[in-house]
T-cell receptor
């Protein structure tokens, strides 16, 4: 089954404690991206990747890091989380620039 | 930068009636894609319908159809025969067809309430 898998689905952490949200897709997609969703703001782009070892900043990259060492994985790293990063996070992938995006189920992060 | 505007934070409709959700966007591109996504309480993002800008014909998927007005940069979603399961947050999204960032820009969403 074609899918984008995010882990964990829920995470509660404290300020400053490094964390990683994993994202994996099994469709051999080249394009992967991360969004955050906040009430009243819709989905905003954090980072995206158009191929292995190629990543670019989206609209709200501050406080986040990503890596794309292999095609299937695109982890989101928060080196020093802060409460303003409490949000719902989505990973997505697409096979090409004209392909539709497939979304993961979302990760609800709370930073205390 | 492209922007997507959904001017209706919330809409309501009676079951079996028709509702239209509005979306406008700003772009200087001529080739692009427009999408409507549905996000039910499960939070999963579900693609409802997609429109390619170079196609003049409005996209339709069962009870969902769009009114695409390219010159006006408007892309509204019409839901016919509304069902309780249509209650969700709906997001309009824009994506350029070539060059630069391929990933969509989303509007802020419209919450659709369906009354029985």
């Amino acid at each position: 089954e074609a899918q984008v898998t995010q882990n964990p689905r829920y995470l509660i952490t404290v300020t400053g404690k490094k964390l990683t949200v994993t994202c994996s897709q099994n469709m051999n997609h080249e394009y992967m991206s991360w969004y955050r969703q906040d009430p009243g703001l819709g989905l905003r782009q954090i980072y995206y990747s158009m191929n292995v070892e190629v990543t670019d900043k989206g609209d709200v990259p501050e406080g986040y890091k990503v890596s794309r060492k292999e095609k299937r994985n695109f982890p989101l790293i928060l080196e020093s989380p802060s409460p303003n990063q409490t949000s719902l996070y989505f990973c997505a992938s697409a096979g090409g620039v004209r392909d539709i995006q497939y979304f993961g189920a979302g990760t609800r992060l709370s930073v205390l | 930068a492209q922007t997507v505007t959904q001017s209706q934070p919330e809409m309501s409709v009676q079951e079996a009636e028709t509702v239209t959700l509005s979306c406008t966007y700003d772009t200087s591109e001529s080739d692009y894609y427009l999408f409507w996504y549905k996000q039910p309480p499960s939070r999963q993002m579900i693609l409802v319908i997609r429109q390619e800008a170079y196609k003049q014909q409005n996209a339709t998927e069962n009870r969902f159809s769009v009114n695409f007005q390219k010159a006006a940069k408007s892309f509204s979603l019409k839901i016919s025969d509304s069902q309780l399961g249509d209650a969700a947050m709906y997001f309009c999204a824009y994506r350029r067809a070539s060059g630069g960032s391929y990933i969509p820009t989303f509007g802020r969403g419209t919450s659709l309430i369906v009354h029985p």
